[in-house]
């Protein structure tokens, strides 16, 4: 399994609506991805307009491959992407 973490700001005037896009992508375009486990996302308290996404995979490539070259990924970046403040910041993680 490997864990993506991706720090996301968004423009300040835009959270709700943010949030509200995020649960949506989440349930209409993650489940369809080959290897995708589960996702969760934070809100940052002392920069309330940055969020993390963490996202578990089977696979590294389940991620950078499978889903990023994807159909899937164009609809999840129409649903969020108009959002960010800028291009967000993505790595990956192996359990310790």
């Known amino acids: 399994m490997v864990l993506e973490i991706a720090f996301v700001e968004v423009l300040p ?3 709700l609506a943010f949030e509200v896009a995020v649960i949506k992508a989440v349930k209409e375009v ?3 991805a080959k290897g995708f486990i589960d996702f969760q996302f934070h809100k940052g308290i002392e ?3 940055t969020y993390t996404f963490h996202i ?3 696979t590294l490539e ?3 491959i ?3 070259e ?3 990924f164009v609809k999840w970046r129409e649903t969020i992407g108009g959002y960010f403040a ?3 910041i993505v790595e990956h993680w192996n359990p310790a």
């Open 66 to 68: 499978g889903f990023r």
């Open 70 to 72: 994807s159909d899937l």
């Open 62 to 64: 389940d991620h950078t």
């Open 86 to 88: 800028k291009p967000p």
């Open 30 to 32: 993650l489940p369809l």
């Open 47 to 49: 920069q309330s307009n």
């Open 56 to 58: 578990n995979w089977e």
């Open 13 to 15: 005037e835009n959270h």
